[in-house]
């Protein structure tokens, strides 16, 4: 396979990083303006219940999506013939980093069960028994049901999770297809996978917290004492992933070199 290959010019180089930083900050004005409006058809506190906050992960973590991929759209193509070799096709795999894209897969299913669990239990009944759950704690006739975004804002979830992977995925194709070098594919590929881990952090720290807000506002003191057993490694693992993914997008690789 033969690749054609040009240094970056200036004004196109930094515009990679602006269109990052701009959506950085488009997320931070359209998150809070997303978070106000109720889209969810349960007329039981819904916005007491951590809804606002997943919604306002899913701007934020989105808009950091569409701004790492706008900047690599604007990333110049090689206009001069520069003939290196490859002998091997070239794989996604090869170009990401291995130990954080493995921990926001995992973070990322996780994210998927508990929304997708959520949104299949989010009857009415089980919203009365979540409030009952609040007021007067378990009785041990029924497993308790807890008030969180997840059951009542699933659908948000999923589908921010599946527009967003699926735009990364794209993302992450092109760049291992397109003409350049290793080290450029690894800090674009990085930056991609950056930005997805913003969403993914985003919503997995945001929904840890709320499931914990209502198991201490609740009862149910051994539900929370199992729960706490996996909610709060995930919380810290997801805050762990948030600040790297945050950093990376915010900042490319090569301005750091």
């Known amino acids: 396979m033969l690749d054609t290959h040009q240094p970056e010019s200036r004004p196109r180089a930094h515009a990679d990083r602006y269109a990052r930083w701009a959506g950085l900050a488009v997320g931070v004005v359209a998150a809070p303006l997303w978070a106000t409006v109720d889209i969810t058809n349960y007329p039981l506190g819904a916005f ?4 606002p906050l997943v919604s306002f992960a899913t701007a934020f ?11 690599d759209v604007l990333t110049p193509l090689p206009r001069e013939a520069v003939r290196t070799a490859s002998l091997t096709p070239r ?4 170009h990401v980093p291995p130990r954080i894209t493995l921990l926001l897969l995992l973070q990322a299913v996780i994210v998927a069960a508990v929304a997708g669990a959520g949104d299949a ?13 609040r007021g007067d704690g378990c009785d041990g006739t029924e497993p308790p049901v807890i008030l969180w975004p997840g059951i009542l804002d699933g659908r948000q979830i999923l589908g921010s999770l599946a527009i967003g ?5 794209w ?11 290793d080290q450029q594919r690894r800090d674009r590929s990085s930056a991609i996978i950056a930005a997805w881990g913003v969403l993914v952090s985003t919503q997995l720290s945001l929904v840890v917290s709320t499931i914990h807000t209502d198991l201490m506002g609740s009862n149910c003191a051994d539900m929370m004492g199992i ?3 996996a909610i709060y490694p995930l919380g810290l693992l997801a805050l762990v992933t ?3 993914s945050l950093f990376t997008a915010a900042v490319p690789r090569s301005a750091r070199r």
């Open 171 to 181: 993302a992450l194709r092109r760049v291992a297809r397109r003409a350049s070098d």
């Open 48 to 51: 007491d219940a951590g809804v």
């Open 91 to 94: 794989r996604i795999r090869d």
């Open 121 to 133: 239990l989010g009857t009415q009944d089980a919203m009365y028994r979540a409030i009952g759950a």
């Open 227 to 229: 729960s706490s057993l």
């Open 242 to 244: 948030l600040a790297w």
């Open 61 to 71: 973590g989105l808009c950091a999506v569409g701004g790492v991929l706008l900047g």
């Open 165 to 169: 992977t699926a735009a990364c995925a």
